[in-house]
Structure formats: structure tokens, C-alpha cells
């Protein structure tokens, strides 16, 4: 038996159980199961994952406009993942989450993409940086990461830095946020 149908079989065993006030195993699940046993598995995701972040996974999940599917794993327990892909570039990734505890995601690459260009590229996707990070992988060199600026002109021309991040999208982020109070003070971004 494969993994997987080993995994589903486990999962559909609990399917009378109960999360909360909802069935544990939704029908999105059951859905999701029969794609993996009629497709297989086409997402071969590496070991170790690029980052942990501390995300809910079914808030991340609407997010992406996706869902968080449920299944068991021997020796685990009952875990969520949501499969996603980069915005800009199609770039796809896996979050995964223990049920337990769903506020903290492992985000997983492909197994053949680059460590660095998946960082770069799933900071930019979640406008997130080193410092929304609990964890990054060790293959990845943060001084390879490009860093940005966020700039702000006050009312009486003086420039300040406000912020530095590893993410334009981030900065951005903040920059809108800053603007969006209404002052009228100038915010750009430079490359560090």
C-alpha cells in the first residue's frame, strides 16, 4: 500500500469524528483524497521546510483562496496543508500544520527548486521577511537576499530610514500603511 493510500485509509477511518462543532473529515477532504489516490502525488515536496511561520492554517488558507486539507499520518496525528503558488511567478509551494496546533506552518519547495530563489520568491509571495520567520532553512544564505529600504520625507524635508526588510512586498506593505494615515509626508522604497 502507498503512503498515501495508507494515509486516506487512516483518515476516512476517523471520518465519524467530530473538531469542534464539525465533522474532522470534510467533504473538501474526501475530494482531495480521491484526487491523490486517482492522481498520485504531484507535488514531491522537499524534507525540510523553507520557512516556519506563525500562521493560522485556515486563515492562510482563505487567503490563498484555497483550502486546508485534513488527513492523519501514523506518528503524527491529524495535520492540514494547504498547496499554493506564488502570484508572479507560479512558483509552488506546500503549508502544512499540525490540527493541534494550526497557528504555526512549515512551508515546503518542490524538490528540485533552489533554496535561495525560493525564499526570495515565497517573501515576496506572503509579504513576509526573516522577522515573520520562526524558522529558516540553513540552506538558504540571507546575505544573498536582497534588502529594502522603506524611506520616509517629513514636512520640513528631513528623510529618515523607517524600516529595512527582505521583502519589497513588505515594504510596501508598510509604506501603504504609513501613507494610508493621511499625513502629508512622502515614503518610498530603495535596494539597500
Not at 27 to 32: G, I, K, N, Q, S
Not at 44 to 67: H, K, M, T, W, Y
Not at 132 to 153: E, M
Request: glycine share 4%; proline share 3%.
Amino acid at each position: 500500500m502507498s503512503r498515501e493510500a495508507a494515509c486516506i485509509f487512516d483518515s476516512i477511518y476517523n471520518i465519524d469524528e467530530r473538531w469542534g462543532d464539525s465533522p474532522l473529515v470534510r467533504d473538501v477532504d474526501l475530494r482531495a483524497y480521491l484526487r491523490w489516490l486517482t492522481e498520485g502525488q504531484v507535488f514531491l515536496a522537499d524534507d525540510e521546510p523553507v520557512v516556519i511561520v506563525a500562521r493560522n492554517i485556515e486563515q492562510f488558507a482563505s487567503a490563498v483562496n484555497g483550502n486546508a486539507i485534513r488527513w492523519w499520518l501514523d506518528g503524527i496525528g491529524w495535520c492540514a496543508e494547504v498547496r499554493f503558488c506564488a502570484a508572479a511567478t507560479g512558483r509552488p509551494f506546500v503549508a502544512h500544520s499540525h490540527l493541534e496546533n494550526p497557528n504555526s506552518m512549515s512551508i515546503s519547495k518542490l524538490a528540485r527548486d533552489d533554496w535561495h530563489d525560493a525564499l526570495v520568491e515565497l517573501f515576496e509571495a506572503l509579504a513576509i521577511d526573516d522577522k515573520d520567520c520562526t524558522f529558516i532553512n540553513p540552506g538558504v544564505d540571507l546575505s544573498r537576499v536582497p534588502c529594502w529600504a522603506l524611506w520616509h520625507q517629513d514636512d520640513n524635508n528631513n528623510c529618515f530610514e523607517v524600516n529595512r526588510s527582505k521583502s519589497y512586498a513588505k515594504a510596501c506593505a508598510q509604506a501603504n500603511l504609513f501613507a494610508a494615515r493621511g499625513h502629508k509626508q512622502l515614503y518610498w522604497i530603495d535596494l539597500v
